[in-house]
């Protein structure tokens, strides 16, 4: 089933957010199994947001298992992710 992740950083910044996502690109494994969307920026509070769409709460968690050290060496704090069933999600499709 999929599911919606939200995930704020509290103090996040952007230039921590382009260093992560620059290394999670370059690993081996990535794009990660089960990712549908991604989408990121600031947030009202003065940190950071990230909102995912996973074909399954199993393939993200599998993701963040991967990432972890990449993560904790950007300094990117330990946050609980908002996982909510998605009924529907859709992507704008390719242009032919």
Do not use: C
Not at 35 to 60: Q, T
């Amino acid at each position: 089933m999929p599911v919606i992740v939200t995930i704020e950083i509290p103090g996040g910044t952007q230039e921590q957010y382009d260093e992560t996502t620059r290394l999670l690109m370059a690993a081996e494994w990535f794009p990660p199994a089960g990712l549908i969307a991604h989408a990121a920026g600031p947030d009202e509070s003065g940190g950071w947001r990230v909102v995912d769409f996973w074909d399954s709460e199993d393939d993200f968690r599998a993701f963040m298992e991967k990432g972890r050290s990449i993560f904790d060496r950007e300094g990117t704090r330990t946050v609980l992710p908002t996982v909510m069933e998605a009924v529907n999600v859709m992507v704008r499709p390719e242009p032919k």
